[in-house]
């Protein structure tokens, strides 16, 4: 049972445009959301963050929104590059009042490919 | 500052052989963590280490992977005897506190044959 889901494999964007990356998630007690980039034989390289009291986090050309209520988050990419071709992956991770916290869980990933 | 190394990049062994991969965290995380991504599926947490205690070790699929973190700096995963499915590419992970973002190394292919 996936707890992330990226439902797009893959996204098609032409250079300059806005991309908009969706995830969806299903475990309430996740309250820490990551978005990861990675190239191909390279591990995952992150990218922004946005914990669960925030509904907004932005650092330069990367936007990531969190919809509590409909347990949603994207990443906005604008404007696109060809260097952000890349495939994509939402993680989130749960924080538990005892202390400590899981590892991250991750969706399949979308892979985004930037057309000039 | 050096980033999160893993040993061997590739490796191909046989089934029933075993097989030790290794990683090196940046220095002084104190956290380190293993995943592993099987072909066309997410990447899937193994476990997490605090210095050299397991904090959790719930995403190990079985007993046939031990995990070391002698000392606290470097860690060691071990497959005996590897099977089929245990094929994928195994990362790992290391970052500074648990609540911070984690830095991945590049990766080692663990192809069984």
């Known amino acids: 049972d996936q707890q992330v889901k990226q439902n797009s494999p893959s996204l098609s964007v032409q250079e300059g445009r806005i991309s908009i990356l969706n995830c969806d998630y299903t475990?309430?007690?996740?309250?820490?959301f990551l978005w990861y980039k990675k190239y191909p034989a390279e591990g995952p390289t992150f990218l922004i963050s946005?914990?669960?009291?925030?509904d907004k986090n932005e650092d330069g050309r990367f936007t990531v929104f969190l919809n509590k209520s409909a347990k949603h988050l994207s990443l906005h990419i604008v404007p696109s590059q060809p260097g952000d071709s890349a495939v994509y992956f939402c993680?989130?991770?749960?924080?538990?009042?005892?202390?400590?916290?899981?590892?991250?869980?991750f969706g399949k990933g979308t892979h985004l490919i930037i057309q000039p | 500052e050096a980033g999160v190394t893993q040993f061997p990049s590739h490796s191909v062994i046989e089934k029933g052989q075993t097989v030790t991969l290794r990683c090196d965290p940046i220095?002084?995380?104190?956290?380190l963590y293993w995943y592993r991504r099987v072909m066309g599926k997410e990447i899937k947490f193994l476990l997490h280490f605090v210095k050299e205690s397991k904090q959790d070790e719930s995403g190990m699929p079985n007993n046939r992977f031990l995990a070391e973190r002698t000392g606290g700096t470097y860690s060691t995963l071990k497959v005996q005897p590897a099977e089929l499915e245990d094929s994928g590419v195994y990362f790992c992970a290391s970052s500074p506190f648990e609540n911070t973002e984690a830095f991945f190394g590049q990766g080692t292919r663990l192809t069984v044959v």
């Open positions: 475990n309430s007690m996740f309250d820490y």
């Open positions: 993680a989130a991770r749960a924080w538990y009042s005892g202390g400590g916290a899981d590892g991250l869980t």
């Open positions: 220095s002084g995380h104190d956290n």
């Open positions: 946005i914990s669960s009291i925030k």
